[in-house]
């Protein structure tokens, strides 16, 4: 399978810990996003990378977040000191440069207890 | 950010019933996409549409961007229960990296 894939699937974790999530975007795609979800609602962008640039963050990444892409391959995204408000679905989506069109990943569901 | 508003919120329907549903912004987009996403998925990209008046047909599915590029429409033709799931518009700002997405139409088509 040669789509976006993310890891974990589920997580869930106690308020205050920190959590990781992991993702694979296609291959020759060097651009690449994270967006959150939560119920009943539409992904809301949080932050994109082109190569291992990371050109754009919403205001919605407060400073407990933090993503990287080192290498220009995969990327990570890291939650500090989780909250109950964090609980959501994080997408990640790659692109081909140039192109508008996203490949998202199955997305890693977070719960917060 | 630019906002996508997107109508109904939900519908239900039966199976062979025809149905549109409406993605409106006052910003102007670069291109517009739908995508449709079933629960615990991410969104699977329909169609993507970049010129003002653009029709495209996919099967069942009838896209059009307004002339102005601020607006979008999905037609569904005799919907059947495979077309059950969340429909989401998504635009591409003219500056920005951000495709900006609507909450979506929550669609259920029974048999």
């Known amino acids: 399978d040669t789509g976006v894939s993310q890891d974990p699937r589920h997580k869930i974790t106690k308020r205050g810990q920190n959590v990781t999530f992991r993702c694979d975007p296609i291959?020759?795609?060097?651009?690449l996003y994270w967006y959150r979800q939560t119920l009943g609602q539409g992904p809301e962008f949080l932050t994109y990378?082109?190569?291992?640039?990371?050109?754009?963050k919403s205001r919605l990444l407060s400073d407990r977040f933090s993503a990287e892409r080192p290498k220009g391959s995969f990327s990570t995204l890291e939650i500090q000191r989780t909250e109950q408000g964090d609980s959501a679905m994080y997408l990640c989506?790659?692109?081909?440069?140039?192109?508008?069109?996203?490949?998202f990943g199955e997305g890693s569901r977070l719960t917060v207890l | 950010t630019q906002l996508l508003e997107q109508s109904p919120q939900f519908l239900s329907i039966q199976e062979g019933e025809n149905l549109t549903v409406y993605c409106n912004s006052s910003s102007v987009f670069s291109s517009l996409q739908w995508y449709r996403q079933e629960p615990g998925e991410g969104p699977v990209l329909l169609v993507t549409v970049v010129t003002g008046g653009e029709v495209k047909k996919l099967k069942r599915l009838t896209f059009q961007f307004g002339d102005a590029r601020k607006d979008s429409s999905l037609h569904i033709t005799a919907a059947q229960p495979g077309d059950t799931g969340l429909y989401l518009c998504?635009?591409?700002?003219?500056?920005?990296?951000?495709?900006?997405f609507g909450k979506g139409t929550s669609l259920l088509v029974t048999p």
């Open positions: 989506a790659s692109s081909l440069p140039s192109k508008a069109e996203l490949f």
């Open positions: 998504a635009g591409s700002p003219y500056s920005g990296y951000a495709l900006n």
């Open positions: 291959s020759e795609h060097n651009r």
């Open positions: 990378f082109q190569n291992e640039a990371q050109l754009e």
